[in-house]
């Protein structure tokens, strides 16, 4: 059964613009209902980034759910740092309101862990030192973004990929997850080959921490495959909300 909307969730140092040629590549394809939200403390979102904890993140994104008024089954797509995020909506929308999730190179801390315990170079030094000295994390500078998020991209979506950019919370990097209440709807993975901030190798072992996994998609692309390629992210993304 097709999924009725699609719920889209960035990750760390993103908003909601990094998923647009994602979405305008799904409506040339569906009419679908669509939703990219906005964590707090970005692109107009309220929120204090110096203080933000995960269900303070859970609430703003329900909020905006309502405020959309989507109705039915909800395909769950997060990037990234959503990881931590989108289990936990989950838990609040409860297995009856969800079609899917799917998780697009996430990062998945073990049991009880936190994401700046579960990185590797070139992101975990960077994580963890913001951790410890900042409560808040300035954007990353341009040409090491494009590096670490945009390999392979063109100049213009690495101009694009640029503009998506914001100050990040380090907060949240050091709180501990907790999946024991996510439902347990259909999971998959999309996993990107020539990702530089979370290895196809650490990818796997999210994988792993996650469990329950459907299915396993491997896509030769950069970390922000929702820039880099988006016509492929969005057939992908169809055929899992039509499984």
Known sequence: MMADAMVFIHGGQHDARCWDPTLLALRERSSTPLLAVNLPGRNGEAGDLSTLSIA???????????EAKL?????????????????????????????????????????????????????????????????????????????????????????????????????????QVSRTNMPHCPRHWILLE??????????????????GVSSVESVDCCHDVMIAKPELLADSLLRISNA
Not at 56 to 66: A, D, G, Y
Not at 202 to 210: A, D, G, H, P, W
Request: charged share 20%; with cysteine.
């Open 71 to 175: 109705q039915g089954k909800l395909m769950l797509v997060g990037h990234s740092m959503a990881g931590i995020s989108m289990p936990a909506l989950a838990a609040e929308l409860n297995e009856a309101n969800l079609h899917s999730m799917v998780f697009i190179s996430c990062c998945i801390p073990k049991e009880g862990r936190s994401v700046v315990e579960s990185l590797d170079p070139p992101m975990a030094p960077i994580a963890k030192f913001a951790a410890k000295y900042l409560k808040t994390l300035p954007p990353l500078p341009k040409a090491f973004a494009s590096w670490v998020f945009g390999n392979g991209m063109t100049n213009q979506q690495k101009r694009f990929l640029a503009t998506t950019l914001c100050r990040e919370t380090t907060r949240i990097t050091r709180e």
């Open 56 to 66: 303070e993140c859970v609430n703003s994104m329900l909020k905006q759910i309502r």
């Open 194 to 211: 020539r990702d530089r901030a979370i290895s196809p190798s650490r990818q796997r072992e999210f994988i792993n921490n996650l469990g």
